[in-house]
């Protein structure tokens, strides 16, 4: 079982920048994939950003190329979202997934998902 607990969201305002990190528990965080997904109110989940177990595959949504970085410390079982320049439309909640499989992030549903952290960026 694999448990995941974000931290790091809040209020910000446009143009500025917030760091998420994503705590893992168990001793597999190596060898998961993990990754970032959003949900603004009345609005479907929706697919940020992964990463592979290593680094070396890393997707993003377009609409955040260029302004978030996903990476992770396997050292510390700690996936981290950068975000830059913050735009209004940035604002849900952040939830921070796993799997043992990389696909799933963009095809089907990672398997363990954490509470959330909400992120609200003001105009």
């Known amino acids: 079982q694999v448990q995941l607990v974000e931290s790091g969201g809040g209020l910000v305002q446009a143009g500025g920048s917030l760091r998420l990190s994503c705590a893992a528990s168990?001793?597999?965080?190596?060898?998961?994939?993990m990754g970032w997904f959003r949900q603004a109110l009345g609005k479907e989940r929706e697919f940020v950003t992964s990463i592979d177990w290593n680094g070396g595959t890393i997707e993003y949504r377009d609409s955040v190329k260029g302004r978030f970085t996903i990476s992770r410390d396997n050292a510390k079982n700690t996936v981290y979202l950068q975000m830059n320049s913050l735009k209004p439309e940035d604002t849900a909640v952040y939830y921070c997934?796993?799997?043992?499989?990389?696909?799933?992030?963009?095809?089907?549903?990672?398997?363990?998902w954490g509470q959330g952290t909400q992120v609200t960026v003001s105009s």
């Open positions: 168990g001793r597999t965080f190596s060898s998961l994939a």
């Open positions: 997934a796993a799997d043992y499989s990389l696909i799933t992030f963009t095809t089907t549903r990672p398997r363990y």
